[in-house]
């Protein structure tokens, strides 16, 4: 990103979050350049608003089969073609909400417990964990809450296997995405700092051990991870 750019999404992050939260992006980026540094989070307990509830009345939500998913491949909806062909191979299952025939959004769930963060980079979760990768609500039904409902509806169908909780991850740097997941009631847990130079991934985690109950990991706190990029 050149400096112009730069320049001015920190304006975009100040107009809408304050001159606080421009600088923070501003440091981040610059004691961390040429690195990532991913929030790692989860979703425990959470709350959607009653007027999600009420205003989802008619909606069906429903787990999508491939040929359903190919309704709705458009970048307007940011769904692809490698994310159908993920559902199709049985490595992902994608929540969709619809309005009659409208799509209002969807959750996109990883069905592995290795979860795939980028090239080189996975993360082995606990069994009460199940990996949150992919979210969108449609801009007509933004302000609703619908997001947390569909996080509900997540917990409660993966409830019986033994899932308490969802995991996600969000690039400290968009504002945005990270005002959003913490107003859906996502708790910050560590973070993942990853970069990648001369053909390798290099990755330092930092996580509590608790995140791991009852099992052993070799992914503890700040452990540092090297593996060949693909």
Not at 7 to 35: N, P, Q
Not at 80 to 100: A, F, K, M
Not at 145 to 158: C, M
Not at 181 to 204: C, D, P, W
Request: aromatic letters at 12%; glycine letters at 8%; proline letters at 4%.
């Amino acid at each position: 990103m050149g400096f112009l750019k730069r320049w001015e999404y920190l304006k975009e992050v100040k107009r809408w979050h304050g001159l606080r939260e421009m600088l923070t992006v501003a440091f981040v980026a610059g004691s961390y350049r040429g690195s990532k540094r991913l929030l790692l989070i989860i979703l425990d307990h959470p709350q959607p608003i009653p007027k999600a509830v009420e205003a989802s009345r008619s909606h069906r939500f429903f787990f999508a089969e491939p040929e359903e998913l190919e309704r709705f491949q458009d970048p307007a909806y940011e769904i692809s073609g490698s994310n159908i062909q993920q559902v199709r191979d049985g490595t992902s299952l994608c929540l969709l909400q619809l309005d009659g025939d409208v799509l209002v959004g969807y959750s996109w769930v990883w069905t592995s417990k290795l979860a795939y963060i980028e090239d080189g980079v996975y993360i082995n979760l606990p069994d009460s964990a199940v990996y949150n990768y992919k979210g969108y609500t449609n801009p007509i039904y933004r302000g609703f809450g619908f997001q947390g409902l569909r996080h509900l509806k997540l917990l409660e169908h993966f409830k019986k296997e033994g899932v308490t909780c969802l995991f996600a991850f969000v690039n400290r740097l968009n504002t945005k995405s990270l005002h959003g997941v913490k107003k859906s009631g996502y708790q910050v847990i560590g973070e993942l700092l990853v970069r990648h130079r001369k053909g390798r991934v290099h990755a330092r985690l930092s996580l509590p051990e608790w995140f791991w109950p009852g099992k052993e990991t070799s992914l503890t706190r700040h452990t540092t991870i090297r593996a060949k990029s693909s």
